[in-house]
């Protein structure tokens, strides 16, 4: 498995999805992978594949919702020239490419019930049939699918099959979100710090500052490893000084004072009121259970954070803060921080 498709984490719900991959793949049969954005599905379908028989063979893959319901079987099944507007010649479909190996078939709950129809007459009996053509084709694929989707529940409101998620649930595989992983944020946080800052050609490392880390932590990553990767290589990237610990995270970055906002009448933007700023959080705290302690803590990360944007100079430190000089030295003072501001 090459450098952009390990699996890096600790955590025992993490740990117990590879393995349950693991297991199955040397099987001949359908596998089900639930889980939401993000969180590595396709490298599960991935390692299904390498670890099986069929490791040598195509590994197919078609994103179910990339296109039109009026095409996806055509793309499933292929098609024979004039079957259909545009079809000029004969093209082989995703089943016949994937012949001997695996299919992946990524955002299956998108899927038509006429294409699902045809999708468990594939699975069931071996053979396709190309759109405009009468004579079936047998082919030999293993079938791995994916969604975020909750099926059982589409099966019973009757927005999916029930007799095709019968046969594709033989093993299902649940990835656990990574606000679930424990410990594994920070394992990811330093991987993708590390690559990111070899990218980038620095000489060592530096890491993460604790109040970096703990943004981290607390932020819920709706995203999941591909918000994480995302959001560390964004940090190192914007980092101005490999000598120091990243401590400026961006988990969106969107945020601005300056971001465009509803479309607003002529009237409105001649307004001299201005909008309130809104200044992008630090970190997310599900739960405070001493306020005084997380107020200094959120004071001194502000500190750290405008005294390395000014490069220590105290002075645009404290006109970037509406402070008077004397002002912020008592508060460097107060948190400790006289001797990093070079005071």
Sequence with gaps: MDRATQFIGQSGAFLDAVERASRAAPMRRPVLVIGERGTGKELIAERLHRLSPRWGEPLITLNCAALPETLIEAELFGHEAGAFTGATRV???RFEEADKGTLFLDELATLSMAAQER??????????????????????????????????????????RADLLDRLSFEVITLPPLRARDGDIAVLAEYFGRRMATELAWEAWPGFTEAAMRALEDYLWPGNVRELRNVIERAVYRWDD???????????????????????????????????MQMPAVSAHDAVSDLRGAVDAHEKAILEHHLARHR?????????????????????????????SGG
């Design 91 to 93: 093209r082989a479909g």
């Design 119 to 160: 999708l468990l007459r594939a699975i069931e009996y071996g053979e396709v049939t190309r759109i405009g053509s009468s004579r079936a084709l047998q082919v030999d694929v293993r079938i791995v699918a994916a969604t975020n989707e909750d099926l059982p529940r589409l099966a019973e409101e009757g927005r999916f």
């Design 242 to 276: 490999s000598q120091r610990p990243v401590d400026e995270i961006v988990f969106d970055p969107f945020d601005s004072p300056w971001k465009p906002g509803p479309a607003a009448s002529l009237q409105d933007a001649s307004n001299p009121v201005a909008l309130p």
């Design 312 to 340: 220590y100079n105290q002075r645009q430190t404290a006109k970037a803060l509406g402070l008077t000089y004397d002002q912020l030295r008592h508060c460097l003072k107060k948190h400790g921080l006289m001797d990093r």
